[in-house]
């Protein structure tokens, strides 16, 4: 039996709402979502970033109205998806415009996702009771590659061939099972057009699926446990006598207008950059994609777009050398386990497992622990939560060495991006080496360095001047 | 719902042993449905790979050969890749034997690619003067391009003798294919099976004892 709900609301909202919870949703998502007043500039990015992704989609859906994925040649001689990608650039009315928003979209997207990550990061939002919130956000940044990888081979032109020819080949690198395993990925024996149709279904669903009911979890998960704020200061312990926190205004129209003007701001330069400089000097599209692929000839360099250079440099220094540094890390990891107060049977067990595993470092080819370096560079993020031991949550109250070290890991993550642009050369590879293990004993270290240092008291309320 | 009368829409409590029973069979059920619901899988996944006219294509490719004049390349597509027909000079053939000491593997002893037994030597091929191989690294799959001038060159060092360079990753290779040691590249290029039909035209992916 349905039980009575409590619908306070008459006329066509009454109806509704006696059989839809509109009302109730408006509410506790909305008008009565109760979001700290102190948030700064970094807090744009999350409304920004469902904006470019109902960009993306929009744009996505009006391009699959013209595209092709269709490899073999036509009548001229060229790649039919090629083809089709130059047709809606000359001859769809505004097709120029749809496809430089869909691929400025796709960097913008990772723009505004670094910059929201890199929030989370240094004002602790993925600490208790935030996790559920850190881990759907960490899937979603992986979503979000997989779709960018995807769909970066459908243009058809050589960056996106030998792109998806280099790629798919690491996972032949995976042991025993790995030359089948690239082979059922591309469905060929080489890329091809059974290739392009499936990353074309990857692309236009598959994974847009999975994005959009992560980004659900993602809200929900927020909504049920509230924002965190610069001062990482939970607001729910001051209430009001109505049980309201004393720091939060409603989401909306509070934050709706505020994410309005970052919407504006964030606008005027996507507009920039897709009327006046859409290939972004070849940052954004690649200048060899505008060449049809050729299964003969790779161009003489070639590179992933941006966003994924980081974890490209990490990959090129994974080489023999890298391996000894992981057999080493391996064995200061089982002197530490030496050390550690742990029942001796576990104690045994870990440091039986980390010598194992660091035979395997050496009996895998380096090409196989590179994937794994590249791979597990994304999948130590899910682990922030259980990393980071540090008594308070935001960078503002933790010691100033603290502030320097996450510079330096911001600088590193940079430079690791720049040298993944590059062809490889003998100083790049050695920084890539140092600057991969650097960002793996950030995190790894974390559990010690982050209890270390003098912290800041944390203030009762939230700082807020009112302006 | 704080009555405490019995509600009398659902039918009579059953006994806690019949309760045990029935949450075994749910039990079975459940496991069994799962089971089911996870073999759909396996026609979804296994339509992934490659269809039957993938498998079947990859014809052999007939090339003439007469054409290519000494230190010359000459690029034919096979199965979708590239395969390279270099007629080597004296020149190139002498320097294999001076950068020996530098390979990974100068035998063709590993059997990632295994080399066909007419091509286990030092020049790795049938007749020494002409080259045949898949011109794709064996690191990632990118194309290497023809490094054929000797001497100082970026990327590849003061006494460079000639081969091929993949501007991917900077896997070098010699005159025969074989990789340098430290590379990335772990192996050396693939030889296909080939054979000859006259002096002037081969063909690539068949030899005496069938096709590849």
Known sequence: MASENNVTTTGLLGWIDTRFPLTKLYKEHLSEYYA????????????????????????????????????????????????????????????????????????????????????????????????????????????????????????????????????????????????????????????????????????????????????????IALHEVGSNNPDGVEIKKNKNADGIPLDGIPFHPYYSVHDILGIAGFLILFCAVVFFAPELGGYFLEFNNFIPADPLVTPPHIAPVWYFTPFYSMLRAVTDLFTWVMVASAGLGALAVLRARWPMIIKGGAIAALLVLAIT?????????????????????????????????????????????YMVFLVNFFILGYLGVLPPFPFGQAYSLVGTVFYFAFFALMPIWSRIGDFKPVPERVTFKPH | ??????????????????????????????????????????????????????????????????????????????????????????????????????????????????????????????????????????????????????????????????????????????HAGRVFANKPAPDNLEIPRYMYLSDARIVVGKDEKGEA
């Open chain 2, 1 to 174: 719902m704080s009555q405490t009368s019995q509600d009398l829409s659902f039918p009579v409590q059953p006994s806690s042993s019949a309760t045990s029973e029935r949450r075994t069979w749910l039990i079975a059920c459940g496991a069994v449905g799962g089971v089911a619901a996870a073999a759909t899988a396996v026609p979804l996944l296994t339509s992934m790979a490659p269809a039957e006219k993938a498998r079947s294509a990859g014809a052999p490719v007939e090339v003439d050969i007469g054409d290519i004049p000494p230190g010359g390349l000459k690029t034919v597509e096979w199965r979708g890749k590239p395969v390279w027909i270099v007629r080597r000079t004296p020149e190139m053939l002498a320097s294999l034997e001076k950068i020996e000491t530098q390979l990974a593997d100068p035998k063709s002893d590993r059997t990632a690619f295994p080399t066909p037994t007419y091509a286990k030597n030092r020049h790795r091929s049938i007749k020494p003067e002409f080259l045949v191989t898949v011109g794709i690294c064996t690191h990632l799959g990118c194309s290497p391009v023809s490094k054929f001038d000797t001497g100082n060159q970026p990327g590849l060092g003061a006494d460079w003798q000639g081969g091929y360079f993949c501007p991917c990753h900077g896997s070098n290779f010699d």
């Open chain 1, 36 to 219: 700290p007043k102190n948030f700064n500039f970094f807090y744009f990015f999350g409304s920004l970033a469902m904006v470019v992704l109902a960009l993306q989609i929009i744009t996505g859906i009006f391009l699959t109205m013209h595209y092709k994925p269709d490899a073999s040649l036509n009548a001229a001689g060229v790649p039919v998806a090629f083809a089709s990608v130059e047709y809606i650039m000359r001859e769809v009315p505004f097709g120029w415009l749809i496809r430089y928003m869909h691929s400025t979209g796709a960097s913008a997207f990772f723009v505004v996702v670094y910059l929201h990550m890199w929030r989370g990061l240094i004002y602790g939002s993925y600490r208790s009771p935030r996790e559920l919130i850190w881990i759907f956000g960490c899937a979603i940044f992986l979503c979000l590659m997989a779709e960018a990888f995807f769909g970066y081979l459908l243009p058809w032109g050589q960056m996106s061939y030998w792109g998806a020819q280099v790629i798919v080949n690491l996972f032949s690198a995976v042991p025993l099972i790995g030359p089948d395993l690239s082979v059922w990925i591309r469905g060929d024996f080489v890329v091809g057009d059974a290739t392009l149709n499936r990353f074309f279904a990857f692309h236009v669903i598959a994974i847009p699926l999975v994005l959009v009911g992560l980004v659900a979890a993602h809200i």
């Open chain 1, 361 to 405: 470092f050496r009996v895998f080819d380096a090409k196989f622990w590179g994937v794994v370096i590249m791979g597990g560079a994304v999948v130590i993020l899910f682990f922030l939560p259980w990393l980071d031991h540090s008594p308070v949550k935001s960078i503002r109250y933790r010691p100033n060495w603290h502030k320097a070290l």
